[in-house]
């Protein structure tokens, strides 16, 4: 495995093995001379985890989180909607856990040069 060291506390397992995957949720608001506005509700991971066998099957994780707003759904709902999707088109296949969080970005800072002032 492929450990990156955070801290004395916490570490991370990058994905080089096609075991995780991820997307981007978004609400599309059509008019009637054929434009369209997107705007993000939420985002996905998929994973398979690496747990010890007692107790559990192998199995997927879908992990569906729903921003707060006017636009965002019922995560549930969403949740469901987003695994019969992912099942019909055979991104997934079961067992599956899934689980519906919400979700917002409390603050954030630039690291390094993130946006073009000129």
């Known amino acids: 495995m492929n450990e990156l060291t955070l801290s004395n506390d916490y570490y991370v397992e990058p994905d080089y093995n096609g075991s995780f995957q991820h997307g981007t949720i978004f609400h599309i608001a059509r008019n009637k001379h054929g434009g369209s ?3 993000g509700v939420g985002y996905f991971h998929v994973w398979k985890p690496v747990i010890h066998p007692e107790g559990y099957f192998p199995h997927h994780r879908l992990d569906c989180f729903i921003k707060y707003g006017e636009l965002a759904p019922d995560p549930a709902w969403l949740a469901g909607r987003l695994f019969e999707t992912l099942i019909t088109h ?5 067992p599956v856990w899934l689980g519906w ?6 603050d954030g800072e630039e690291r390094g040069l993130v946006f073009d002032r000129d």
């Open 90 to 94: 055979g991104y997934i296949s079961e």
């Open 37 to 39: 506005v997107s705007t």
């Open 101 to 106: 969080h919400r979700s917002e970005e409390i």
